[in-house]
Every structure is written in C-alpha cells, then in structure tokens.
T-cell receptor
Framework: GENVEQHPSTLSVQEGDSAVIKCTYS??????FPWYKQELGKRPQLIID?????GEKKDQRIAVTLNKTAKHFSLHITETQPEDSAVYFC?????????????????FGPGTRLSVLP | DAEITQSPRHKITETGRQVTLACHQT?????MFWYRQDLGHGLRLIHY???????NKGEVSDGYSVSRSNTEDLPLTLESAASSQTSVYFC?????????????FGPGTRLTVL
C-alpha cells in the first residue's frame, strides 16, 4: 500500500523567512496531494492541493510543487508569520472505482510542527 | 451551508463500556472516514465507507466498527472501550465526482477512557 514520509518533523524559522516541508510517496497511482494545517485543538484544514497533472500551484504566500518521477512533493511558505505556526500534514490519494462511484484513499504523512519565531 | 458535524465533542467513559461517536455531513458525499489522532502518530485511519452499505477496515480497526445506512451518517462504535482508545477522533468526508477531491474534517471528538 501507499506510504507517505514527511520531513522535517519539526521546523523553526524566523518571522519573514521561508519554510519548506517535503513529502515522498510510494504509490505511482496516487493522483491528488493535499496539504493540511492543524492549529492546536482544531481540525485539519486544507490549505492547498495539487493534482498529478500539474507541477506547481501557488496561492499567495503558499506554493506546492510536485515531481511525479521522483514521487515527492513540497510545501513552500514564504514571508512566514507567527500565525503560520501549526502542524502541517501532507497526504497522497488514489481514486479506486468502487461500484458506481470513485472512492478516495488518503494516506497522511506524520506531520511537521512549524514554529515561526517573532 | 453544508457542513460536517461530530457529537459528542467530549466524552468520558469507563473501560468495557460501549461508546458510539456520531458523524453527520450535509454535502451528500459518498466517501466518509474515521481517523484517530494521538501525539506522535498523526492521523491514523480506522474505518472508511465509499457509499451506503459499504464499510472497510483501515490500519487501526481492531475494537471499532461502523455502519452506513444512509449517505449523511457514519457512526463509529467502540464495542468495549479500552484505555488505549483514549484519543481525539476525527470524521471526514470527500467526493471525487465533479472534479473535486477535497476531504473535509469534522471538529473532532475527544474521548477519554478511564
């Protein structure tokens, strides 16, 4: 089955610097790669995602890149702010066809705790 | 607005009791999931369902069961609660049709087994 690794497990950066979190996956059938941010005591919230037919996607200070050949994808946060401090999870998803619908099989990385120091 | 809710938000129970956690979504999503989250383990899949009457085991399904009698609900039952099942439980739903893939999470249920 799919295996998703995520590095680093913890990351501290100075406010205004950039942060990069990397994930690798094992199943070449994975075709959807979301990133979630989870603040303390809250639910995971989707912040950006990318599909396998796209190499890069950007949304303001956040970007995700995907290298299908190497089976890795990365989250880039520029101009970090204290409110970016949280745990970030990557995931890889396949879409098995089940009955009359497409199911989704999400496998999550173990998470990265990002601390942005003022 | 469409949403996904969980109840109760907090639950304290005793070892050996049966506990059911509710999950309800109003997006009409076919796919629903239950995860548990413990410190140092991220999100671990317990059970999932791809539609009514469909249920499947995830990586940590021992001691848990689910049923899917309608599209909106996927209750999670702990048959005989154990202290090792103390955790935060998240329900989620998603839909592939229509070009969307996003998985939405409920607010979570914090379960303590004494």
């Amino acid at each position: 089955g799919e295996n998703v690794e995520q590095h680093p497990s913890t990351l501290s950066v100075q406010e205004g610097d950039s942060a990069v979190i990397k994930c690798t996956y094992s199943d070449s059938a994975s075709n959807y790669f979301p990133w979630y941010k989870q603040e303390l005591g809250k639910r995971p919230q989707l912040i950006i995602d990318i599909r396998s037919n796209v190499g890069e996607k950007k949304d303001q200070r956040i970007a995700v890149t995907l290298n299908k050949t190497a089976k890795h994808f990365s989250l880039h946060i520029t101009e970090t702010q204290p409110e970016d401090s949280a745990v970030y999870f990557c995931a890889a998803s396949t879409t098995p066809y089940v009955g009359r619908n497409y199911g989704q099989n999400f496998v999550f990385g173990p998470g990265t705790r990002l601390s942005v120091l003022p | 607005d469409a949403e996904i809710t969980q109840s109760p938000r907090h639950k304290i129970t005793e070892t050996g009791r049966q506990v059911t956690l509710a999950c309800h979504q109003t997006w009409n999503h076919n796919n629903m999931f239950w995860y548990r989250q413990d410190l140092g383990h991220g999100l671990r899949l317990i059970h999932y369902s791809y539609g009514v009457q469909d249920t499947n085991k995830g990586e940590v399904s021992d001691g848990y069961s689910v049923s899917r009698s309608n599209t909106e609900d996927l209750p999670l039952t702990l048959e005989s609660a154990a202290s090792s099942q103390t955790s935060v439980y998240f329900c989620a739903s998603s839909e592939k049709d229509g070009g969307t893939d996003t998985q939405y999470f409920g607010p979570g249920t914090r379960l303590t087994v004494l």
